[in-house]
């Protein structure tokens, strides 16, 4: 191409130029680290695609190149790999004979030879795996760039194109190197980047002659002296080096520039072609362009002076492709814990000099400059506030991280020691609960906890499909998807600080998901720092505060702070203090503790002081056991969270108050218990890390579990220790309580009455039972006998107290001696249900879902269902038969009365629900009508009657008692 600048100039104001179709590779390789000499050559060479990693995505910088794999990357660098590739496809052998046409290398060695790059060893060979060396690799990119003939004119090989070579500065930056040294790719690299840039040799096409008349052409180096500048980056690739700085991104516009574009100012670009009307390397003649950033991250150099590699398309139209820090550049990039606020004169231009910035780390204190004009970056947007109040907001902030402050080149690309920009890295924190993905382009996240700024988004909607929105989580340092968030994934999300935060343009998000376990050591209230496990973190607003002896999860964001705090069970340890005693005369104290498993232990009471009766935490605890008329006080003001040490001494650290909100404490809670939800009334409580005390009776405390509680039930309890993480209360006390029956409780089957005692030593009558398909014993609540009515077989439902006591019994059977008539339990399945179950009771039942109980005969049966005959007088309907499926947990019990009393009744499967065998003469109406008593005689009579029994929840079967009477 031959454009010169005017066109490009023109084309800048005349076009607002978009992202071209050039697609760069971005170069991220872990082996090539960012302070490698050459790191710049890599990162350029790989967005041009003439080198490429391995498929560890490894660069490999350290190993050998050899001849042939030398050669490809030559090739490519001129960009003619795609014809060396068609020529490998021919599959034609070499001139040289150790590279056939089937090597892997073959076009790229051909098209090497008609460049006259390369003409092998001198003895018909080639070499391709011979590692390359330093003089080798001069000779061909001397070739390459067109100075062969002076090369030969100064001597050939080595020392003419070594000269060349240099002169050209091929070997720039390839340091520690001789002419037999065999280079790495690291040198390959750097030597290949030097040679785009290299102003090429070429041929004017004008000829001169000698004495002799021999006609030689003469030769043009571009090196842009009174000549066009040109290269082969230029020639080849379309592409320019320059240097110059981003002036905007849409962060720092919030929008208005493009997601995938910058502004980028072009102050030095002597290799822009035309020398007439290059751009100086002041800023005098600068140009500013749009450009589309690619791959190349460029939109991370706000104001940096930087050199980058900028492609033309054929559309007049620019892509960054590469950037890199230009070396006029002077910043320094800081931690926000380090920014000594305090001291710090942050009120720019109010000092004599300058306001000056303090910093302190390691020991000691170091300043930075600033001026009148320098300004504030958070988060790439530039912001739009006071300065001062800027820096105290988000430099002066625990969500702040890194802070860069940049001296930015004066007019002669020089800079003064004072730095113009102070650019800032701020987070709003938030803890992942759950990912809604049923919307694919939106995605939803829910947050446990959010601190002010992440609150505001509320349930988060990512909208995928809105282009206006960028959006990138990043996690170990690679991209994930929204999608792929976890519970309990800390988000640190950088936004555009100017808008609320629900209206920015960009979220930039760093995902965390490190956990750590364990209790703090030290504490330093100055800094807010926690020590854990030999670590010490700091904290974020949405973390609670730790307490001593505590473990906990503790949920890290990806700047080493703890973000999240999740309480483990059963890390505090609770009792109530039941008695404190003197014990030799005063010397000793004695208290006894009630545990939260129903046991009870006496141990000496920690003191300190001179004298033992009169120490703080004697009287702590007789303040705590006894009232001031010295009455034991009600046990829900005598919980406790105590330690004992290696002397089997207690210490008690502090009393616990039951609370019924954040503002009222010691008030009992009246509310029926949900176990779907485990809650009693609205109070969160867990079968894992709850423990429960029945203190009904305070002379006798015991311990109690969630099991006790009947679903639907109504408690006075008391709630203490609420988990700052998870909101459920560890530990309660039940004082007093009913389980009353709901749709959801199990149909138990009757057995036989027991006698025996209770907790405390009381005698009481006791029903043992089949429920939940388990044999179980029940005691009745004292003062509550025994039901003598009850036979075995009966089908029950029963309420309890908070002692898990019997309190009452409902049969579900009104006439249970029925059961055992094999005419009467006939007559009631199929003439008159009503006569023999309590329908009315079970569909009275409070819950969730609807109750139901049917009676009848068996009149078919699937593998995970069973139908009951819907009597009419003697007719079954079948056409209108209830057809009931098995709920996941269905019991199915069997009562047989043909066994003798104590083995009648069992737990079965569905095999044994036979049905009944209808007779033919019963059957009419094409087989759909049962008349039970359209025949006479043994044949009005099912050879094999079986009746059920059938409670459901929600139309599936949860209880089915199959009846077998005695023939």
């Not at 969500?399 to 004066?410: F, H, R, Y």
């Not at 995605?443 to 509320?458: K, M, R, S, Y």
């Not at 404490?665 to 509310?671: F, L, N, P, Q």
């Amino acid at each position: 191409m031959n454009k010169n600048l005017k066109k490009v100039i023109s084309a800048v104001a005349a076009l607002a130029l978009s992202a071209s179709s050039f697609v760069a590779l971005a170069a991220n390789y872990p082996d090539v680290d960012s302070s490698a000499s050459y790191k710049q050559a890599v990162d350029e060479l790989s967005a041009l695609n003439v080198i490429n990693g391995y498929e560890d995505g490894t660069f490999q910088p350290d190993k050998l190149v050899t001849r042939a794999e030398f050669s490809k990357m030559v090739i490519t660098a001129l960009g003619s790999a795609e014809l060396a590739q068609a020529e490998a496809a021919a599959g034609i052998d070499t001139q040289f004979s150790d590279v056939k046409g089937d090597h892997w290398a073959a076009g790229f060695v051909t098209a090497a030879v008609s460049n006259s790059i390369i003409n092998g060893m001198g003895d018909g060979t080639f070499a391709p795996d011979a590692n390359v060396t330093y003089a080798q690799a001069m000779k061909m990119l001397v070739c390459a760039a067109g100075y062969e003939q002076w090369s030969l004119d100064r001597g050939g090989w080595p020392d003419g194109y070594m000269y060349w070579g240099n002169q050209v500065k091929i070997g720039n930056g390839v340091k520690d190197v001789t002419n037999d040294t065999e280079i790495t790719r690291a040198q390959v690299a750097q030597m290949i980047d030097n040679v785009l840039t290299a102003p090429v040799c070429v041929n004017t096409q004008k000829y001169t002659y000698d004495q002799y008349g021999n006609k030689y052409p003469e030769l043009q180096a571009k090196d842009g002296y009174g000549v066009d500048y040109q290269s082969i980056l230029i020639k080849n690739h379309d592409v320019y080096k320059v240097k110059g700085t981003v002036t905007a991104t849409n962060k720092s516009t919030g929008g208005s520039v493009k997601v995938d574009e910058v502004q980028f100012k072009i102050q030095n670009a002597r290799n822009w072609l035309d020398q007439e009307d290059q751009i100086s390397k002041t800023n005098d003649n600068a140009v500013e362009i749009k450009a589309a950033i690619g791959n190349s991250g460029a939109d991370e150099y706000l104001k940096k002076y930087v050199e980058a590699l900028v492609k033309e398309t054929d559309d007049d139209e620019y892509e960054i492709l590469s950037v890199a820090l230009a070396g006029q550049n002077e910043e320094v990039t800081l931690k926000a814990d380090d920014f000594d606020y305090e001291n710090s004169n942050y009120t720019a231009g109010d000092y004599v000099d300058a306001g000056k910035l303090y910093f302190y780390n390691s020991g000691k204190t170091t300043s930075y400059k600033i001026n009148a004009d320098t300004e504030l970056y958070v988060n790439g947007a530039l912001y739009d506030g006071d300065f001062n109040d800027g820096v105290a907001k988000f430099v002066n902030d625990n969500n702040a991280s890194d802070i860069t402050l940049v001296d930015v080149p004066g007019d002669n690309n020089a800079t003064d020691g004072i730095y113009d920009l102070v650019m800032v890295d701020y987070y709003a924190t938030a803890v992942v609960d759950v990912v809604d993905t049923a919307d694919e382009d939106m995605p939803t996240i829910n947050f446990l906890a959010a601190d002010v700024d992440a609150n505001e988004l509320g349930a988060w909607d990512i909208e995928l499909d809105n282009d206006d929105i960028s959006y990138t989580f990043t996690k170990d340092g690679n991209e994930i998807a929204a999608a792929d968030l976890a519970q309990y994934d800390v988000l640190s999300i950088k936004f555009d600080i100017n808008k609320n935060i629900d209206e920015s343009s960009f979220y930039d998000v760093t995902v965390a998901s490190k956990v750590e376990e364990g209790k703090y050591s030290l504490y330093n209230s100055k800094d807010d720092e926690y020590t854990v496990n030999g670590t010490v973190y700091k904290t974020v607003s949405t973390a609670d505060a730790l307490e001593q002896g505590v473990t906990y999860s503790l949920y890290i964001d990806a700047f080493g702070r703890i973000a999240y705090t999740e309480e483990l069970a059963a890390s505090k340890k609770i009792a109530i203090l039941d008695s404190i005693y003197d014990v030799r005369g005063g010397e000793a104290y004695d208290v006894k503790l009630i545990f939260t498993d129903g046991t009870s232990e006496t141990y000496e009471l920690k003191t300190s002081g001179t004298s033992v009766a009169t120490s703080p935490e004697v009287q702590n605890a007789e303040a705590i056991v006894f009232d001031d008329a010295g009455n034991k006080k009600a046990p829900q003001d005598r919980v406790v969270e105590y330690t004992i040490n290696s002397s089997k001494e207690v210490t008690i650290k502090k009393t616990l108050n039951p609370v019924t909100n954040e503002d009222a404490a010691g008030v009992v809670v009246e509310g029926e218990y949900r176990a779907n939800q485990n809650r009693i009334g609205s109070f969160k409580i867990s079968a894992d890390t709850t423990a429960f005390v029945n203190a009904s009776d305070p002379k006798d405390i015991t311990a109690t579990s969630i099991d006790a509680l009947t679903d639907g039930g109504y408690y006075e309890a008391y709630f203490f220790d609420k988990s700052s993480s998870d909101s459920i209360y560890r530990f309660v006390m039940i004082t007093t309580g009913t389980g009353a029956a709901t749709a959801s409780t199990r149909v138990a089957v009757y057995q036989k009455t027991l006698y025996t005692e209770n907790e405390s030593g009381d005698s009481v009558d006791a029903y043992q039972v089949l429920v939940n398909g388990e044999e179980k014993t029940i005691n009745l609540e004292s003062g509550v006998d025994a039901d003598d009515t009850l036979v075995e077989g009966d089908a029950i439902i029963y309420d309890t107290n908070a002692s898990n006591e019997v309190t009452k019994v409902t049969k579900l059977y009104t006439n249970s001696a029925m059961l055992a008539s094999y005419d009467d339990v006939w007559a009631a399945a199929v003439t008159d249900t009503s006569a023999l179950i309590n329908a009315a009771y079970v569909q009275s039942l409070t819950g969730k879902d609807p109750a139901n109980l049917y009676f009848g005969a068996i009149v078919g049966r699937g593998t995970n269902s069973i139908e009951i005959g819907d009597v009419t007088g003697a007719v079954t309907d079948l056409r209108d038969t209830n057809d009931i499926s098995y709920a996941d947990d269905v019991v199915i019990y069997v009562v047989d009365y043909n066994k003798r009393s104590g083995e009648r009744v069992s737990v079965s499967s569905a095999s044994a629900v036979a049905k009944v065998t209808v007779p033919k003469d019963a059957m009419t109406d094409n087989q759909n009508i049962i008349n039970w008593n359209g025949v006479e005689g043994k044949n009005a009579v099912p050879s094999s009657p079986r009746m059920a029994l059938v409670k459901t929840v929600d139309k599936n079967a949860t209880d089915i008692v199959v009846i077998i009477p005695k023939k």
